[in-house]
């Protein structure tokens, strides 16, 4: 009987992302098993039809009634393994009720999730990128080597990106969505081989991770200026009201495909960009595992630890004595924008852009 496998990741964008490689890993360590992944429905969509994946089984995060019935749906499968990626009390208690025979997971683990284990694998210091961390534990359970670290220029020098570099991740886009994209972007009258496609995503789940509104705002205005850059605005219904604020102080033809399109489609016409310009963001690391330059903003949050997974990044900082210092809520100094986002200036992300348009310059177009 082939191996039930089952992968507990349910959130958020970023986290499922980052733990793809890991999946990967499994999947190459029991070819012939039943690869199953829990997951959240509203980051499904990304999950749903990849190749090399048998099952995704959406939790419907609303009330009691719907995680029962997640549950049940979870059950109704003879699980041999699963292995929790994500190591809090929540995920924990999904591993123990799908009950699967094993349940993996770090241990000890941040909020008691290793009581639902029974089978921990020793926790080691979170040094490295999350990436790197969730494919030790992916690697610990098979007894196979994971592949090394990506050496990732942006952490030695933000000048040095690697246009050529591929995507580590195994996210494959479906036809139907890069018809989508590229739809849209017809309808839109873009030209594959004369111009370039700027995305902009001003829009974070944490707010402190914000570039301001206004300086995207001005930093459209100049590349808008630029012949043959064509500047969009990305996010989901969540970034509408922002979004809506920082077109309208922009003169100019900026596009919006923010609420748009589903998650899967957005990851096509990320795949399209020449540069997605975003704060540590979802986007961000879904600009990392379709291949496309980034230009990060990063504050409060470590680029070590979550910066995107990439060669073909250029990552905005500000040295602090204070940063990072990894808030998940209000700056701990009580700027309203802190500091360490608010310092970095429209100048050096739009020179950081024309970095990227050279580095990928010998590339051909999409």
Not at 174 to 198: G, K, M, P, V, Y
Not at 251 to 278: C, F
Not at 293 to 312: D, K, M
Request: charged residues 25%; positive net charge; aromatic residues 8%.
């Amino acid at each position: 009987m082939p191996l039930n496998l089952l992968i507990v990741k349910l959130s958020s964008m970023g986290d499922v992302i980052h733990t793809l490689p890991a999946a990967r890993h499994l999947r190459e360590a029991f070819p012939d098993a039943r690869l199953a992944w829990a997951v959240q429905d509203i980051h499904a969509d990304l999950l749903d039809r990849q190749p090399w994946l048998d099952r995704v089984i959406a939790w419907r995060r609303k009330n009691l009634k719907t995680f029962r019935e997640f549950i049940v749906q979870l059950r109704k499968t003879r699980w041999d393994v699963a292995v929790d990626f994500q190591g809090i009390f929540r995920s924990g208690m999904v591993t123990r009720l799908s009950g699967a025979k094993q349940r993996v997971g770090y241990g000890p683990s941040k909020e008691l999730a290793h009581w639902f284990y029974n089978s921990t694998i020793p926790r080691i210091p979170r040094e490295g990128h999350a990436v790197e961390w969730y494919l030790h534990l992916a690697s610990e359970f098979t007894g196979i080597p994971a592949e090394p670290p990506l050496d990732r220029p942006y952490l030695h020098s933000a000048a040095i990106v690697d246009a050529g570099h591929p995507s580590r991740f195994p996210l494959h886009l479906r036809e139907s969505d890069r018809q989508t994209a590229a739809d849209w972007l017809a309808a839109h009258n873009f030209d594959a081989f004369s111009d370039r496609l700027i995305l902009l995503c001003p829009d974070c789940r944490r707010p402190c991770n914000r570039w301001p509104e206004e300086k995207f705002s001005k930093l459209a205005q100049r590349l808008l200026a630029v012949d043959g850059l064509r500047v969009a605005l990305v996010g989901g219904p969540l970034s509408r009201e922002l979004c809506d604020r920082i077109a309208g102080s922009v003169k100019g033809n900026l596009w919006r495909a923010d609420g748009k399109m589903t998650l899967s489609a957005s990851a096509a016409l990320i795949e399209r960009a020449s540069v997605t310009v975003t704060g540590d963001s979802g986007p961000m690391h879904l600009a990392a595992a379709v291949g496309s330059p980034i230009v990060a903003l990063f504050g409060p949050t470590n680029p070590a630890w979550t910066g995107p997974y990439s060669r073909q990044a250029i990552v905005l900082s500000r040295h602090l004595e204070c940063s990072p210092c990894k808030t998940r809520g209000p700056c701990p100094l009580k700027h309203v924008i802190p500091r360490c986002m608010n310092e970095i200036r429209v100048e050096e992300v739009y020179c950081a852009i024309h970095r990227q348009l050279q580095a990928v310059a010998s590339r051909p177009h999409p």
